[in-house]
């Protein structure tokens, strides 16, 4: 291919994974509270603590040791490991960690890069982080899931994720697919989710932290 400039999220080199960060960095500023509900090789979670500022936190899962390792070293060279709380536990398990309200999450779901291929995210669990997830998001803040279909089980996935975003009540959530038109079927796409503010309380406990 002649093209080797990376592009924007949207671009030739662009992918779902700089599209899901474009969508939550609005909503994570200085003093925000985000969670990367999969840490794996620590970008998003690098990602998010950055956004977030020296008064802000993220909180990020994993249930590989090797996952939240290569988290930590990354996070210790740019010194941010002081904004982010590691943990390692299923992000089904999200509620026991995480009782305040949420600015935003990442979930960047499948395999770790790199790591074994027979480690994964699964349908039961994924949905129940979410639904977690949705409890716990502020007005106007968001969730961005990171979907993959080519690997094995992931198709299941996929389907258990649109049909819990699917479900959720319109008045109170917009929910979005976003999919590369030209790129194989089998691509990641994305599943975007944000809160609205409904009232004036609403607007009161609103994103900008
Ligand atoms: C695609 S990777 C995440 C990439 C990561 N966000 C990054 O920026 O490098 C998916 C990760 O999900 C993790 N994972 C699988 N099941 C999980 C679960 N139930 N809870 C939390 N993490 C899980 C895997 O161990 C793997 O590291």
């Known amino acids: 291919m002649g093209y080797t400039h990376p592009t924007r999220f949207a671009g030739v080199m662009g992918n779902a994974v700089l599209l899901a960060q474009n969508f939550v960095a609005e909503v994570t500023n200085e003093g925000c509270l985000a969670v990367d509900a999969t840490s794996g090789n620590g970008n998003d979670t690098l990602f998010l603590a950055g956004r977030v500022g020296t008064s802000g936190k993220v909180y990020a899962f994993d249930i590989q040791p090797a996952a939240l390792e290569v988290t930590a070293t990354r996070l210790k060279e740019v010194d941010l490991q002081d904004r982010v709380v590691l943990i390692r536990a299923g992000h089904e398990a999200m ?100 809160r609205a503010i409904a009232k004036d309380e609403d607007l009161a406990q609103q994103t900008d932290c």
């Open 95 to 194: 509620d026991v960690h995480l009782t305040e309200p949420v600015d935003a999450f990442l979930f960047n779901l499948g395999y770790l890069p790199g790591g074994s291929h027979a480690v994964y995210t699964r349908p039961d669990t994924t949905v129940t982080a979410l639904s977690t997830a949705v409890k716990l998001l502020k007005p106007g803040g968001r969730i961005a899931v990171v979907v993959y279909t080519g690997h094995s089980g992931a198709l299941e996935e996929s389907q258990a994720v649109q049909n819990m975003a699917g479900s959720l009540d319109p008045r109170v959530f917009g929910v979005l697919k976003v999919q590369f038109a030209n790129r194989p079927e089998h691509a990641p796409y994305l599943i975007l989710i944000e």
